[in-house]
């Protein structure tokens, strides 16, 4: 999962190829070095993987009802309905 990011999780059956367009950096931090990560944050990791976390960690899900600035709305990709905003942080592995 380290070295793969969500590739991996895809490999896994979990979310469909069309995720990783709408995921920062494609889902993998490219020039990672997993290798470098101590066992006691791997621990952690393992405890929170499959969860938003906890902090400032959020799952929103919002209506957007009128749009007032055209130009800024299609910079973010936004249009009037439904938008989903996740925000999971670094699974264990920022400290």
Known sequence: MLDGGARWA???G??????????E???VMRGARPDLISARAKKRQRDEMGTLGS???YLEVQ??????DADAATGFGLKRGVVV???SGSRGLGH
């Open 55 to 57: 902090g400032n960690h």
């Open 10 to 12: 895809l490999s896994q």
């Open 63 to 68: 209506e957007v009802a009128a749009v007032y």
């Open 25 to 27: 950096e494609g889902g």
């Open 14 to 23: 979990y979310g469909e190829a069309a995720d990783l367009e709408r995921i």
């Open 85 to 87: 905003s996740i925000h």
